[in-house]
């Protein structure tokens, strides 16, 4: 579907409407296909319907016309499933790691961010179609388990699902099994038992066989740029490699920094305007996209022939061709910036996209730029001494290999990862004469963005989201015990003497999720611990049997007899429910996670990553002194990253204002020309441009 409503863009298959340029023209020699029609010939022509199919579906523009796909995709998005935006990866790593997003996961989301998708890709935009299959293959493994009380009442096991939809969502992807394994265990999932890795082989093993069974490619294999590398690399290679290493750290940094910068503007000024911004973002990519032929196309054709060889292969525009290289170089040179920049803008607008591909596109273009550069090098030079191992080769370059290197360096740089990258290229390539040369640029890649970030774009975004995740990669020497950081002020709950219209409006007032119980106010001895769900889950069972009085008593204790004994209700038996009292005792957890309130914070954050509990209570001597969450510890951690490295966005804040200015004022003046036109010259003089005005883009 993607291929299609790309190539639509550029024409149409006379002979079946749904194929796309590849497939309309399978038997057809190059450049001798009848059934393929272009939009035009005259290039004005075809430059006003690629940029008129990215956008709008009628050529009278999009103020009139029923607007396909980055509109439809941002309203469905916007409409129906906010949670479908994005890749989706950032919010599964949380939601692994302990964090409830109520609806990130579901049947919506999984339908309309299958639609969405395509859309989203087919209309330009520098997004990718790799990240957000994984949040799919998530939803759809929720969705399925829900049928099953196993799983659906078992956390553990949830998270086990999780894990193999992750591997799964990798596998079908990029045609590549075991990366979609590696990528569960390096990137998404915080704790990866031995069982765990076993269901995730076996999820990735039937997903990659129903993709095979299908063939989507019509080649019988599941790699998507199948290449055969003849020529091995030479030891004068590593410098270059080096460089192409360099640059996927450089990418890396500097795409996350601005994309924070980016999403922080869109959050401040463009909220309300998410539809209309990614339909602008979808002109100007098809705009300024359509001069450049490696922008032009979509990312998965350019990444397929850029990894091409040049012997006896079809030329893609001049980069077999050596008379040309030049040229080559240029565009590709500019195709690497000019894809960044749409890279920083574009990832985090609201429709369903990922940044993989779109990095990898970045990586191999700039890959191939420097392969190309080499290959003149080379050419120019063969008797130099730098060349001296290939001088009996006329052309022992092979500028496919710099692009293959490029785009594992790019993806390396983008996600912070190594050993999944590394098995993901070569299952998606097959070139395994590379092996050391791909661990050679993912090592300076790490070393370099090291330098720069701490954490790949999902885990900057986390950060950025503020949502409650403690990474793993991460340590933390504090030196200070777990009472510097626990809530001291508790909401509990008394083993008895509650009524039940007290219960009632505790978790009608209260945000939280559960309540230690107590017994009693004065000692706080700590009894166990309930949720507010299973507070719920007894109320609304109660009501539903038989009416219950609102002074009816609530007991929650776990002792023989309940700790106060009302007189007044006569044939009370233990353990259960009257319409005078509610027993809460079969839903208590007796052995909640306690520490003692000396004990080291780190050790705190251990139990948090590697069991995943929602809260800790901190008990001494069997009393109540506070709770801590993963809030609690992220709150303490960002104060002390804040006091030794302060910042002042001041600058940035003035930056930000003044370009919002600017974009105003641009806007009230379109607004104001359009108006112009449908005005008479006495109306046109008198409009003022003020506030009042609509902004529309």
Known sequence: MTEWL???????????WYLNEEFCCWEAEPGMCVDWHKWSNFAPFSFLFYTYFAVCSHPVGCLYSKVLFAFTSAFLVKSWAPYAAGSGISEIKCILAGFIMKGFLGARTLLLKSVGLPLAIASGLSVGK???????????????????????????????????SCAAG?????????????????????NFPQSTMWKSFFCALIATAVLSAINPFRTGQLVLFQVHYDRTWHSFEVIFFIIIGIFGGLYGAFVIK??????????????????WEVVFLALLTAVVGYFNVFVRVDMTEALGSLFRECNGMKDFNGICNPSESWWVAISLFLAAIIRTFFIVISYGSKVPAGIF???????????????????????????????????????????????FLGAAAALSGIMHITVSVVVIMFELTGALTYTLPCMIVLGVTKATYAYFEKGGIADRMIWFNGFPFLDNKEEHTFGIPVSHVMVRDVTYIP????????????????TYRGFPI???????????????REIKFVIDRAKRSRPIDPNALCYFSLSDEPTLYDPSIEHFQIGTSSSSSLDFAKFIDPTPLTVHPRLPLETVMDFFKK???????????????????????????????????????????????????????????????????????????????????PLTL
């Open 518 to 532: 107590v017994s009693d106010r004065e000692s706080r001895y700590l009894a166990g611990y309930i949720g507010k």
């Open 611 to 693: 069991l995943g509990p929602r809260v800790i209570l901190v008990e001494e001597k069997g009393h109540l002194c506070g709770l801590v969450t993963v809030k609690d510890v992220l709150k303490y951690e960002f104060k002390v990253e804040n006091a030794e490295n302060p910042r002042d966005n001041t600058v940035v804040g003035e930056m930000e204002r003044k370009l919002w200015d600017r974009t105003i004022t641009f806007a009230k003046y379109m607004k104001a020309g359009w108006e112009g036109r449908r005005t008479t010259p006495d109306d046109r003089d008198s409009l003022e441009l003020d506030e009042q005005i």
């Open 6 to 16: 790309s190539d639509l863009k550029s024409g149409y298959c006379s002979r079946t």
């Open 258 to 275: 601005w994309n924070l910068r980016a999403q922080a503007f869109r959050k401040r000024y463009l909220s309300q305007y998410a539809i």
């Open 495 to 510: 083993a008895s003497g509650l009524k039940l219209k007290d219960v009632e409006s505790l978790i009608s007032q209260s």
């Open 170 to 190: 990798v596998a079908v992807a990029f045609g590549s099994p075991i990366g979609g394994v590696l990528f569960s265990l390096e990137e998404m999932s915080p």
């Open 130 to 164: 790799e990240g957000p299959s994984v949040h799919v293959a998530v939803c759809a493994g929720h969705v399925v388990s829900r049928y099953f009380r196993k799983f659906e009442t078992n956390a553990g096991e949830m998270r086990e699902i999780y894990s193999a």
């Open 357 to 403: 591909v779109p990095s990898m596109a970045v990586g191999a273009t700039f890959g191939r730029f420097v392969g190309t550069l080499v290959d003149m090098m080379q050419r120019s030079y063969p008797q130099s001494s730098l060349f001296s191992a290939c001088v009996s080769d006329i052309s022992c370059i092979t500028p496919g290999t710099y692009a």
